[in-house]
């Protein structure tokens, strides 16, 4: 399954991290580089805080796995067609 999270905004990277979190090849489009960069950071930030948590110890995926399941564009026709 593919998806692309339009905005990656608060609630669009918080879509993004879990899509790619269960192993869904996310894609998350936005008009600005800069906030791709800020949606990548808080998601990188997120799967290391989620590491700490003692529920987690038993997780099935890396950190590098999950991040490999995003890619982050401000091309929208790559992604989405009608």
């Given at each position: 399954?593919?998806?692309?999270?339009?905005?990656?905004?608060?609630?669009?990277?918080?879509?993004?991290?879990?899509?790619?979190?269960?192993?869904?090849?996310?894609?998350v489009v936005d008009i600005s580089q800069s906030q791709l960069d800020k949606c990548?950071?808080?998601?990188?930030?997120?799967?290391?805080?989620?590491?700490?948590?003692?529920?987690?110890?038993?997780?099935?995926?890396?950190?590098?796995?999950?991040?490999?399941?995003?890619?982050?564009?401000?091309?929208?026709?790559?992604?989405?067609?009608?």
């Amino acid at each position: 399954m593919n998806v692309a999270v339009i905005g990656a905004g608060v609630m669009g990277t918080g879509v993004a991290h879990n899509m790619a979190q269960y192993g869904i090849s996310t894609n998350v489009v936005d008009i600005s580089q800069s906030q791709l960069d800020k949606c990548r950071q808080m998601i990188e930030a997120n799967l290391r805080l989620y590491n700490f948590h003692p529920q987690h110890k038993k997780k099935t995926h890396s950190t590098a796995e999950i991040m490999e399941n995003i890619r982050f564009t401000t091309e929208l026709d790559e992604h989405c067609r009608m």
